[in-house]
């Protein structure tokens, strides 16, 4: 499995490939992995274009995207790709909450011919969550990714204070572990998009996310790898 998330400062842009910035064999590993999580702080237009850069680099069969609903994404297609107003319109991007298409229109270029898959978890189904838990919304699936292991104590109380870091402290401390089930249900929401992409379509997958969800060592790497070992 490769996880290569992308943890850049935000950058100026040069004139040569921001792939210059990229050790010489990280392509090459890439392009021997299953599965490819690219990272990115999503405000920083630097880090699409270097995740544009690998997507071309890969050549994937399959893109799987963490800002598009399941069904989002599978509407997606080279002739929308090539007409941004188009893609806009039929992604409903601007009303999305996610930077401007603009910062993406690189990546989804790079990933014209790869078939498109979403993993976003709809606003509405997170009362789900709130209601019944992570693993009811997950569904049947949730043991085979993991979901329904709780944490060791230490690392939710890890997990927990870097909710609260991350919500400048104005989080109460009673929603903590709420917020905390719905990082990692996003995460093995990735993860079960990412294996649904790689059975219909092959090798390689990229996942294009963020930085936080391409951690292998709490991410979706991390449930992927769970459900499916050998990849």
Not at 173 to 186: S, T
């Amino acid at each position: 499995l490769g996880a290569f998330a992308l943890f850049l400062s935000a950058a100026p842009l040069w004139a040569a490939p921001l792939s210059d910035q990229i050790p010489a064999d990280a392509f090459a590993a890439m392009r021997a992995a299953d599965v490819v999580f690219l990272g990115e702080l999503h405000d920083n237009p630097a880090h699409h274009q270097i995740q544009a850069e690998a997507v071309a680099a890969i050549h994937p069969k399959a893109l799987v995207w963490e800002m598009m609903t399941a069904e989002t994404a599978a509407t997606v297609g080279p002739e929308a790709i090539a007409d941004p107003q188009a893609l806009e319109r039929l992604t409903g991007w601007a009303d999305s909450g996610w930077p401007p298409l603009a910062d993406y229109l690189p990546v989804f270029r790079a990933g014209r011919e790869a078939r498109h898959y979403g993993a976003l978890i709809p606003r509405q189904a997170l009362g789900q969550v709130i209601a019944e838990g992570a693993v009811a919304a997950f569904g049947p699936e949730a043991g085979r990714y993991g979901l329904d292991q709780p944490l060791p104590e230490a690392e939710q109380a890890v997990r927990e204070a870097d909710q609260q870091a991350a919500h400048c402290g104005a989080m109460p401390a009673d929603k903590l572990g709420l917020m905390v089930d719905i990082q990692r249900l996003r995460d093995a929401s990735l993860a079960r998009a990412a294996l649904h992409a790689l059975v219909e379509t092959g090798v390689p997958v990229v996942v294009i996310t963020g930085a936080g969800h391409a951690r292998r060592d709490r991410g979706a790497p991390l449930y992927l790898l769970r459900a499916a070992p050998e990849t």
